[in-house]
């Protein structure tokens, strides 16, 4: 039996996840292996708990990943908090909400859902009502869905759950690092994120973190770990091993390291790396950075005459949907970018799969020329597809916005 040698395609990797790594990443994943209770390793570890809080925005004492997926660390929350019966709220306006409430079934919450239509987010007033007639322990809720390019407002649901006492988690997979995102200002109690999307690291690693209220329940979990009575009768041990966020948080304090599992070594070394480039650009300008090239993507989009899905005040900065035009298939029109351009974009999910084609700016994959090659490149597809475009306008459009943009900067 003989192995093909690993030769990868070079990519523009256009969708809303896995993006481009930055190259500072992939040169960080290749440093030699340490122990995991290296001092040097351990400062890493130290070091990587601060970027977190800078990241997340919080001033939280627990920040750190969970070693898995993104969904890890919806998974680590969720388990780690949700007792056999509580009530759960999750209000799901597409693919990703649907992920939240299974977990939670899993961990047998009594899950009470209210659906949006795809294309939508709830109103505040709308989830608190809901909220007002069941009295959720927690409400989870996903920030940026990826499948349909909202964001859902926080701020007022999170200070709702403040006063009434529910915790608040949030996935902010997909927006956190490229959107703007206020654990602390929105009364946010766990959030999640993943490396893939707009921190331009692999996959394989879930920041999270949590406050005081989170922590609570967890030792509280802990003490019948230890033998101890907890103070409520219905409290129940944590029933996974490697998401239990008891243990894990203490491996994470410094000083303490209690050994649980074995760090991914090579991902701590991607991931920290990741963050101080983010810290190097700093969090504001990365968020404009996205903005800009999501703004310039869309005038191009616009301009060629192509229909835009949710192109209102709640779109996502970095995911744009695009109609797919009568009669084409839209998965022709990704393979043949992909196969003749080595530009990737995404279809969808659910009720949208099929009738959308979704191009994500997130991460590394966020600049001028990704935006112009793929603009040129769509463009020509949709000629070769039949569609009737204005040919010629995209390309010029988009270096419109960033010509604006050099001028306003100049100025300022
Ligand atoms: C991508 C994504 C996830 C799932 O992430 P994995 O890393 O594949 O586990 C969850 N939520 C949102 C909003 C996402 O965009």
Redesign the pocket.
């Known amino acids: 039996m003989t192995y093909t040698d690993l030769t990868t395609p070079l990519r523009t990797i256009m969708t809303?996840?896995p993006v481009e790594a930055d190259p500072r990443v992939l040169r960080a994943l290749s440093t030699p292996v340490i122990g995991q209770f290296d001092p040097e390793f351990l400062n890493l570890m130290d070091e990587t708990v601060d970027l977190l809080r800078y990241l997340f925005r919080t001033d939280n004492r627990r920040a750190f990943p969970i070693n898995?997926?993104?969904?890890?660390?919806?998974e680590a929350v969720l388990c780690s908090i949700i007792e056999p019966g509580d009530k759960v709220l999750v209000p799901i306006y597409?693919?990703?909400g649907y992920?939240i409430a299974e977990i939670a079934s899993r961990c047998d919450a009594e899950v009470h859902t209210m659906e949006k239509e795809w294309g939508k987010v709830f109103d505040p007033e709308e989830v608190k009502a809901e909220m007002k007639a069941i009295n959720p322990k927690v409400v989870a809720i996903?920030?940026?869905?990826?499948?349909t390019g909202q964001m859902q407002p926080l701020k007022e649901i999170g200070a709702f759950c403040r006063e009434n006492d529910s915790l608040f988690v949030v996935?902010?997979?997909?927006?956190i690092g490229g959107v703007e995102f206020k654990t602390d200002e929105w009364s946010i109690d766990a959030a999640?994120t993943?490396?893939?999307?707009c921190l331009a690291v692999p996959?394989g690693m879930?920041p999270i973190t949590y406050n005081d209220r989170i922590e609570k329940i967890l030792l509280e979990r802990k003490k019948i770990e230890r033998g101890l009575s907890p103070d409520s009768e219905n409290s129940r041990r944590i029933q996974s091993n490697y998401l239990d966020l008891s243990q894990i948080q203490d491996y994470w304090t410094s000083g303490n390291r209690l050994n649980h599992h074995t760090l991914a070594t090579s991902m701590l070394y991607g991931l920290r790396e990741g963050l101080r480039i983010i810290q190097e650009e700093g969090l504001e300008a990365r968020i404009k950075r996205h903005q800009l090239h999501g703004k310039a993507l869309v005038a191009g989009l616009e301009a060629m005459g192509v229909e835009l899905r949710g192109n209102g005040e709640h779109k996502m900065p970095v995911v744009t949907l695009i109609n797919a035009p009568e009669g084409v298939d839209e998965a022709s029109v990704r393979s043949t970018l992909l196969n003749e351009f080595g530009i990737e974009i995404a279809g969808s999910f659910g009720p949208f799969k099929g009738k959308v084609m979704r191009i994500g700016n997130m991460g590394n994959s966020c600049r001028k020329t990704n935006i112009l090659h793929t603009l040129g490149a769509f463009e020509a597809v949709m000629i070769q597809h039949g569609v009737t475009v204005n040919r010629g306008e995209a390309v010029q459009a988009a270096l419109g916005v960033y010509a604006a943009e050099e001028i306003t900067a100049v100025k300022s």
């Open positions: 809303p996840g898995g997926t993104s969904r890890s660390g919806i597409g693919r990703f992920l996903v920030h940026g869905e990826t499948s996935d902010g997979v997909a927006t999640i993943g490396t893939q999307k996959s879930a």
